[in-house]
């Protein structure tokens, strides 16, 4: 069974009475522990799409499958719910609390689910997950003591704090340097293989695509290539990450 | 484990920028230490006013004996002789509204020291009471009274200022003995000054003694007599010693009546009657209250029956207790208005900051959004955080407004009542205002789109 389901999906936004779609008919299917790289210009639709497949907003009309569940006519808390229990983010500009530790900042997600953890299994849990993503020594480090790289790492511990079986990197690497950049996609990758997370990128750089293993082209709301799992258009995406 | 988790999130977002929380709480400090300040000094003041007040005697109430009338002529207030000591001390037993009581045996008589003499306005016999229902307890010199002289009808009284000026010239009075009416008082205090009553009436012309003193040893009857000289001897003669010394109504006039004579004609057993009681209530709102229990007693126990009219009747003070009531309910009014609108100021501010840091804060409440924070507890959380920054301000403006009210009481001399009721509603109103003013704020943040807020630079 796929882990994502798109069948037909429509977005559109109103600004008075003018309509903007920005999603036209988006069909697409993802299947658990695939990396894939969602790909498109800026204004081609591919930030909107993320935001329907991450739960934060929901479709004009179509149909949303998330493992097994069909969630694009659940209510604003409903989707909080999914996004905490299923969903992992992270963002291009880490966006983690100023002023609060590492830890407190991975632990930021257990705050809304895990009312039943007592706060010495939750410090534990943050700490392993801090440690795999190797930063052992900064658990008490602030925001700003830290490299980007390194930022963009607690932000991926936070993602990963609820085990979340998708995990969403919006532009993950655009505020940083190309070997930090190198680093944090290699822990994508690690995350996807050894764990089987599946991983969405979300990418205008054809660079950053060509680590995924399949890649999906999206501009003017409908997507151009890649969007059944499976498709020989992975393969080529495949060979040219390779390249 | 959920309100835990809250206010522990909320503790930690408000530790994370510690000058706005403290700007923020300024406000509330500001205006709950306004209003502790203003409700203890205001208290105080009301207190010492309403003390003050019921010093002139705004809480007394005066009982007098009945009107005697026959065949339509009416003899006026006190004709009749119904009141006993025993009323006073079942009045002040019985009756809860009663503060204290006191009997009074009032005579008018001149007044001997040395080669001086004066006539004062008022020769009180009273329980020692009295200077506790006259709110007169502060003595100028020496000490009062007691039950025990009084039980003894002990020789010993106390003067008023006027008195001593009169009679000691200013010197002090106190283990010398004056003479009234011929019979020697050892004076065992001086009253504090009290001035003139409402009436213009010099307050301090008194002399106080045990009321069995001045019955038994100086008046004889309750009638006024002014005149030492027409004095009736058949009374006092014998318990008074001077008598002897100074025999001027020794003349008999009629022939005294042999022990045989006396046995075979009995007079009639009459008991001890006072000319007044005089009560004071606990408090003026208590006035009517102790009015009715003091009717009901006095009624029970003269034998009255219903529809029958009283042999007595009870005056109290009711100018001087209007006086007193829209006094004090001015000054409260007063002090509410300035509290509540510190209050009001203070949750505006609070307002103000807290919508500031909602704008500020936007990224911070997308990312909690986008990580499974649902609206009710981005709600929440900002909630907490204002009701945290109330109560954190509340308990400060306390220590700060106590603390204040005790520096104008150390440097300004200014009476303070600390009031517990004062406090608590502080803790409450700044609890209330954090979540009135803190709601709109949380309630704006957890409308925001997760989307918006996390685009939102």
């Known amino acids: ?243 | 484990m959920k309100a835990y988790r809250t206010t522990q999130t909320a503790l930690r977002a408000l530790r994370r920028n510690p000058m706005r929380a403290t700007l923020t709480t300024l406000g509330i400090i500001i205006g709950v230490a306004a209003v502790i300040a203003m409700m203890e000094i205001g208290s105080g003041s009301s207190a010492a006013i309403e003390k003050t007040i019921a010093s002139m005697g705004a809480n007394n109430l005066m009982i007098h004996p009945g009107t005697a009338s026959s065949g339509g002529v009416s003899f006026g207030a006190g004709s009749v002789m119904t009141l006993t000591p025993e009323d006073s001390e079942a009045v002040g037993k019985e009756c809860p509204a009663i503060r204290s009581v006191t009997s009074v045996v009032r005579v008018r008589t001149q007044v001997v020291y040395g080669s001086k003499n004066w006539v004062p306005l008022f020769i009180y016999g009273v329980d020692p009471a009295y200077l506790d229902v006259r709110d007169w307890t502060n003595m100028a010199e020496g000490e009062t009274f007691t039950d025990r002289d009084v039980r003894n009808a002990n020789k010993v009284c106390l003067l008023g200022q006027t008195l001593v000026r009169e009679l000691f010239e200013s010197k002090s009075p106190i283990g010398k003995e004056v003479r009234i009416k011929n019979v020697a008082f050892r004076v065992t205090g001086v009253l504090s000054a009290k001035g003139a009553n409402m009436m213009g009436m010099d307050q301090d012309d008194i002399v106080l003694a045990p009321w069995t003193a001045i019955k038994y040893r100086v008046a004889g009857t309750s009638a006024s007599t002014v005149n030492q000289s027409s004095a009736s001897s058949s009374t006092s003669s014998g318990v008074n010693s001077l008598n002897k010394l100074y025999p001027s109504s020794g003349a008999s006039l009629y022939p005294v009546p042999s022990e045989t004579q006396a046995a075979d004609t009995p007079q009639p057993v009459r008991f001890t009657n006072v000319d007044e009681i005089l009560a004071a209530a606990r408090s003026t709102a208590d006035i009517p209250a102790a009015i009715k229990q003091i009717t009901d007693l006095l009624r029970q126990r003269h034998r009255i029956h219903p529809g029958e009219p009283e042999d007595f009747s009870i005056r109290d003070m009711t100018e001087m207790a209007k006086a007193l009531t829209s006094t004090t309910g001015l000054m409260t009014n007063l002090l509410l208005c300035v509290a509540l609108i510190s209050l009001v100021v203070g949750g505006v501010g609070i307002m103000n900051i807290m919508l500031v840091s909602v704008t500020e804060r936007t990224h911070e409440i997308g990312l909690r959004m986008a990580v499974g924070a649902q609206a009710r507890d981005i709600l929440r959380q900002f909630l907490v955080e204002a009701v945290v920054l109330c109560l954190i301000g509340g308990a400060l403006g306390i220590l700060l407004g106590h603390g204040g009210s005790y520096l104008v009481k150390l440097f300004l001399h200014w009476p303070i009542k600390t009031s517990p009721g004062a406090i608590i509603a502080a803790v409450l109103v700044s609890a209330s205002v954090g979540i009135i003013f803190g709601y709109y704020p949380a309630w704006k943040a957890s409308r925001l789109d997760p989307i918006e807020a996390l685009r939102y630079e």
């Open chain 1, 1 to 243: 069974m796929q882990l994502i389901e798109l069948k037909d999906i429509y977005k559109t936004y109103y600004i008075g009475e003018l309509a903007i779609p920005a999603l036209r008919g988006i069909t697409l299917d993802i299947a658990q522990g695939e990396l894939v790289a969602l790909m498109g210009a800026s204004g081609s639709g591919k930030s909107t799409l993320m935001n329907i497949l991450g739960c934060l907003d929901h479709p004009t009309s179509g149909e949303y499958w998330l493992d097994g569940r069909e969630v694009s006519r659940l209510s604003a808390d409903e989707r909080a719910f999914v996004r905490n229990q299923k969903v992992g983010f992270v963002f291009q500009n880490f966006n983690l609390l100023p002023r609060t530790s590492a830890l407190d900042n991975v632990m930021l997600p257990l705050a809304y689910s895990a009312e039943h953890l007592p706060d010495r299994d939750a410090r534990q849990r943050a700490v392993e997950i801090l440690e795999r993503v190797g930063l052992g020594d900064r658990f008490h480090h602030e925001p700003s003591q830290l490299s980007g790289g390194q930022q963009q790492r607690v932000a991926i511990a936070r993602a990963l704090i609820n085990r979340p079986s998708i995990l969403f990197a919006d532009e993950p690497t655009g505020n940083l340097d190309s070997h930090t950049s190198e680093e944090v996609l290699r822990m994508f990758q690690q995350l996807n293989e050894e764990q089987g997370i599946t991983v969405i990128l979300v990418t205008h750089d054809a660079n950053i695509a060509r680590h995924a293993r399949r890649i999906i082209h999206i501009s003017d709301g409908v997507i151009d290539n890649g969007a059944m799992s499976g498709h020989p258009q992975s393969e080529a995406a495949k060979a040219g990450g390779a390249k």
